[in-house]
């Protein structure tokens, strides 16, 4: 068993905890007391937010009735989880929340994104990123800029390598036509948008939904992420970005409306094809 994030390794255990438990319709009160500890012990272990060492976790294991082999995969994920995240260094510079998104975006098999005004985050050039910076944060010292921007280019790593993400992102026409950063900045980055949807065929599928489609419920909404893990065991997550807030959402519910929104997208955007075009033309009116 191989992990890329210790966020989803901990996630994972959680679960496999939590579903146990509620199985065998014992509450967390009742687990912690077996193993003497406290309810919000067990309840941190269940969302991935508090480590277990390795013998609490045999004991929960045995109150929760798990065979031999099932204890062995529990105490791997369990490692899993307490290796340190590249994201650990700049641990003070971001909220808590944002670090699990890291994890999570770190550990995903596939990202579904939407962005109505920028291009995705994980395909954004170095000036790009800082033209945001810069522009969402006038008084942001620049050493944190730079910081911040690293670890934007950091998080781009997951499209390369043996086992790159599989990112399919919709772009409204109006995040190519944005001078987010001046034209010189935006050419480029319209430039390294199309290297990068020829460099990974098989892996990024970027489709732009132009001014000419009609009404869809992702207009005028915020940008978000759609997750997907591999093995069918972890659920789907939604991260979502607004002026003031972000917000990670678990709830299947809401969960299945920002998928039937991402495919709404989809169905007023233009195929893989003509995105790329209209990318190329924009970029060469910017020359």
Same mark, same amino acid.
């Given at each position: 068993? /191989? ?35 406290? =309810? ?5 272990? @269940? ?26 995969? %529990? ?12 994201? +650990? ?15 999570? @975006?770190?550990? /995903? ?8 005004? %920028? ?24 050493? @944190? ?47 390294? %948008? ?42 789907? %997550? ?5 002026? +003031? ?18 495919? =709404? ?21 910017? @020359?």
């Amino acid at each position: 068993m /191989a992990f890329t994030s210790p966020t989803v390794a901990a996630w994972e255990l959680g679960l496999r905890l939590r579903e146990r438990r509620e199985l065998m319709d014992i509450t967390a009160a009742s687990a912690a007391k077996a193993i003497h500890t406290g =309810q919000s012990f067990v309840s941190g272990v @269940e969302t991935g937010r508090v480590k277990i060492n390795a013998r609490k976790l045999a004991e929960l294991a045995a109150v929760l009735d798990f065979d031999e082999d099932e204890v062995g995969e %529990l105490q791997q994920l369990r490692e899993a989880a307490g290796k340190r995240a590249w994201w +650990s260094p700049y641990s003070a510079m971001f909220s808590a929340e944002v670090l699990r998104y890291f994890g999570f @975006e770190a550990g /995903a098999e596939s990202i579904r994104a939407y962005s109505a005004g %920028l291009i995705t985050s994980l395909l954004q050039t170095e000036d790009y990123a800082m033209a945001i910076m810069n522009g969402g944060a006038p008084s942001i010292r620049l050493a @944190e800029a730079n910081r911040r921007v690293e670890v934007r280019m950091k998080r781009q790593q997951r499209l390369e390598g043996g086992d790159p993400i599989r990112l399919t992102t919709v772009i409204a026409e109006s995040g190519l036509r944005q001078m987010v950063g001046g034209r010189e900045v935006m050419a480029a980055q319209l430039r390294h %948008l199309a290297a990068k949807i020829d460099q990974h065929p098989d892996t990024l599928d970027v489709r732009i939904v132009p001014f000419s489609a009609d009404y869809h419920n992702a207009i005028g909404g915020s940008t978000f992420y759609i997750l997907g893990f591999a093995g069918g065991r972890l659920p789907d %997550l939604v991260w979502q970005e607004t002026v +003031s807030t972000t917000d990670l959402i678990d709830q299947p519910m809401r969960i299945r409306e920002y998928s039937l929104a991402h495919s =709404q997208a989809m169905d007023h955007a233009l195929d893989r094809s003509e995105s790329l075009r209209l990318i190329e033309q924009i970029g060469k009116e910017l @020359e």
